[in-house]
């Protein structure tokens, strides 16, 4: 559906005494669809001359044309004697096709009203709007004063030099169930009458209509007095009927005040169908919001189901409703877009304190979220570390166990004495010890490594603008350079001490071959010491890896981001203690050698020989793996009034996941939400959620099940679908709120079904004592 141009204001003549016979209709229409750029079909337009209407101009407006005509009259209406009246726009109820065939009748009033002649004085008598209202009681008829105009407006109709402020409850329910919005040529100076309706406490259903107040079709959109630059066009998001400008001036989001025609979304669901004897779904959906309303077991969540299973072409054979066949359903869906469906009961599951899943298994939640990738960076690089650390340890007890089993083949230290004398050995001064010849070996593996990321932040700096590419291009070039120099000394090292060690060898052999008894022990000797060493040098690993493993921990929380008000993070927060800690190890280890506290943990604790033999390979990297799973990222949510998510109640972390659904903008896929208003406060569903509907509308196709009045009135559906279950066999149909269903109006569907029907409201009303309506003001007498 298109925004359609209104103009409610157009005189035919300047004198209602004497009616122009020959007004140029074909004129007004051409000169309308210019100025507005479109078709008849998006214009609704009325002809309101002073207290009369020219039954020849509206003759001629709907015979030759198809362009939309709401039948109207600019009356004058006085408050007080001694004060000039003001102009009001009167429009009826009736439909185009029986516009003529009332002119007579309605003229037939208006010359009783108004019994001197149609242009009257401020000296004639002129009706009150009390009288008028009595005098077309059997019409159906909206009513909108001048308000913002420089004449005739409705605020300055009564004595300013006097305490007179209409301001009695009678006056004000007059006021309350007559004035449906007023008029002006443009949204500027208006302030002085919203200023006054908002003190009768009406403004925020009574809204303004421009009109241009245009005489000559000539000069369109002039009004009077020749001026067109004042002039700011209306253009409503309803049908162009009474209804549907009814439903505008109660919605101030249904009325844009622009040279342009707006445009609305385009990328949506537009049609659904299916038929057989057990179900009849023939429905249109538009842009905004489409509101499902109906009875029990009257095919509602069937109906959202089966739309959003077609889509996603995820119909499974046991499903609910296979017996109505919705695996048949034809949904028109042109953009192909795939909508964000929460069903009943949906969140509620999620926010349980017992339930496994979170509330990151909402799409839009989890993508509402800035990206965990930087986040997985962060922790995979820590749990890198974790399983180096992991690691560590374990070669360090391989590296123990072999070196005790080394041990036990030595003979035992006394044997190592020895009578003889043996020749020193010079070569073992320039001998490196093992840990010198440690620190200067750079491993090919890591080489490789380094340079692969070496060439990784080449790509990033080559890319990103804030870094200095050739800066970061030379430093690496230098680094590698360093790093080639450092494995050529290296090379040139080893080279040296294998030199060395021949001749230490040779030496030796030669003092072994004289000496072979003494030589031996000696050689064993120092066997023994290297391979002490080793033990040592393990043993501090093992003991340095345990109390890494038991410190560990790391927090990363991603950068914060606003959303409806709420802050949002993801946190990535990872401590070891000793239960996970053991529970891991003790997972590799068979059942009689289970450790029951860390402490007692001792290297001999993991030789294989106490490891479970169906785990022996991999045992580090099954561990590893097992503690791994204790990474688990955090979806955080502090709400607009500072409070923590995870201390809320059911109810109000339910408001704000819906917030954060509705106030998705990442993508325009319709959003589908059965029953909003389940669990949440009436405040809530009456201010903040239905304000997040309204912009939600504004640029997606929303589709709600709801039982309360509340969704579709408040929030202003552009379309109704009325499920009803007829004998067994479910009828679904849809329509414009303005609109009716099967000769019911569908704002009386929603009084019946969701609202206890209008005598419930009535007497709610009544309850109420609504004899003001002033916002905030007490209704007590």
Not at 610 to 633: F, L, T, W
Not at 678 to 691: E, K, Q
Request: glycine share 4%; net charge neutral; charged share 25%.
């Amino acid at each position: 559906m298109n925004a359609i141009y209104t103009d409610l204001h157009i005189h035919t003549s300047e004198n209602a005494d004497k009616l122009n016979s020959n007004y140029d209709v074909d004129t007004l229409i051409k000169h309308i669809k210019t100025y507005s750029g479109v078709e008849c079909t998006d214009i609704l337009i009325s002809l309101t001359d002073h207290n009369v209407v020219n039954k020849n101009a509206y003759t001629k407006l709907i015979n030759s044309s198809d362009i939309n005509v709401l039948l109207g009259v600019e009356l004058h209406v006085r408050n007080y004697p001694e004060c000039k009246p003001y102009h009001c726009h009167i429009y009826f109820d009736i439909s185009r096709d029986c516009i003529l065939e009332n002119i007579d009748s309605i003229n037939g009033i208006l010359k009783t009203l108004y019994k001197n002649k149609c242009m009257v004085t401020g000296n004639d008598y002129i009706p009150s709007l009390e009288e008028i209202s009595k005098s077309f009681d059997k019409y159906d008829y909206l009513m909108l004063p001048h308000g913002g105009q420089s004449h005739c407006t409705f605020d300055k109709s009564f004595p300013r030099d006097k305490d007179i402020s209409f301001d009695t409850a009678l006056e004000r329910n007059i006021y309350y169930n007559q004035f449906d919005g007023f008029t002006s040529r443009s949204n500027e100076g208006v302030e002085e009458t919203e200023s006054y309706f908002k003190k009768l406490g009406i403004s925020s259903f009574i809204n303004l209509i421009t009109c241009t107040d245009n005489y000559d079709p000539n000069k369109y959109p002039a009004s009077k007095n020749g001026n067109t630059e004042d002039f700011l066009p209306t253009w409503i998001n309803s049908k162009p009927t009474f209804q549907g400008l009814r439903l505008a001036l109660s919605e101030k989001t249904r009325l844009y005040y622009q040279k342009m025609q707006p445009k609305f979304i385009a990328d949506y669901i537009k049609h659904v169908e299916l038929k057989n004897e057990l179900i009849d779904i023939d429905i249109d959906l538009t842009p905004g919001l489409n509101v499902i309303i109906g009875g029990s077991s009257s095919g509602k969540t069937l109906l959202m189901d089966s739309i959003y299973n077609s889509i996603n072409n995820s119909f499974t054979q046991d499903n609910t409703y296979q017996k109505f066949h919705v695996d048949l359903i034809k949904v028109d869906n042109p953009a192909g877009n795939t909508p964000h469906y929460i069903n009943q009961n949906y969140i509620i599951k999620l926010i349980d304190e017992n339930s496994e899943e979170g509330i990151e298994n909402i799409d839009i939640i989890r993508n509402t979220f800035l990206s965990k990738d930087n986040l997985d960076k962060k922790a995979n690089s820590e749990l890198k570390k974790l399983e180096d650390t992991i690691n560590d340890l374990f070669n360090a007890v391989s590296n123990i166990e072999l070196t005790e089993k080394n041990i036990r083949n030595i003979k035992h230290f006394p044997r190592f004495l020895s009578k003889s004398d043996l020749k020193t050995n010079y070569f073992d001064i320039w001998m490196p010890s093992q840990n010198v010849q440690n620190i200067t070996i750079i491993d090919e593996v890591d080489l490789q490594s380094w340079d692969e990321q070496f060439e990784q932040i080449l790509r990033i700096a080559e890319t990103n603008p804030f870094i200095d590419y050739y800066k970061i291009k030379q430093s690496i070039k230098n680094i590698r350079e360093e790093l080639i120099l450092a494995k050529k000394k290296e090379k040139k090292s080893n080279n040296v001490i294998e030199t060395i060690r021949m001749y230490k060898d040779q030496f030796d052999k030669q003092e072994s071959q004289e000496k072979t008894d003494a030589a031996s022990k000696k050689k064993e000797f120092e066997q023994l010491l290297a391979l002490i060493s080793d033990y040592k040098k393990n043993y501090i690993l093992f003991e340095k890896s345990l109390q890494k493993i038991k410190q560990f921990s790391f927090r990363y929380i991603s950068d914060p981001i606003k959303s409806n008000g709420h802050i949002l993070s993801i946190e990535s927060n990872f401590i070891l203690n000793e239960t996970i800690i053991l529970d891991a190890i003790n997972s590799v280890l068979s059942s009689n050698n289970k450790i029951i506290h860390l402490s007692e943990m001792k290297p001999e604790s993991l030789f294989t020989s106490k490891i479970d033999g169906r785990k022996k390979k991999n045992i580090a990297s099954s561990i590893y793996k097992k503690i791994q799973k204790e990474n688990k990222r955090k979806y955080v949510i502090t709400t607009k009034d500072n409070k923590n998510f995870d201390s809320l109640s059911p109810g109000w972390k339910t408001a704000v996941l819906l917030d954060l659904i509705l106030g998705y903008s990442k993508d325009n896929a319709p959003v589908f939400i059965d029953q909003p208003e389940d669990n949440l406060a009436t405040s809530y569903i009456n201010g903040d959620l239905v304000n997040a509907i309204k912009k939600c509308k504004e640029k997606k196709q929303l589709l709600i099940i709801s039982h309360n009045a509340t969704i579709p009135m408040l929030a202003d559906a552009q379309n109704i679908i009325l499920c009803k279950n007829i004998n067994g066999k479910i009828l679904i149909r849809s329509g414009a709120m303005e609109d009716s269903i099967d000769g019911k109006k569908n704002i009386d569907s929603i009084a019946e079904i969701t609202d206890g029907g209008k005598a419930s409201v009535k007497k709610r009303v009544k309850k109420y004592n609504l004899k003001s309506f002033r916002e905030g003001e007490s209704n007590e007498n």
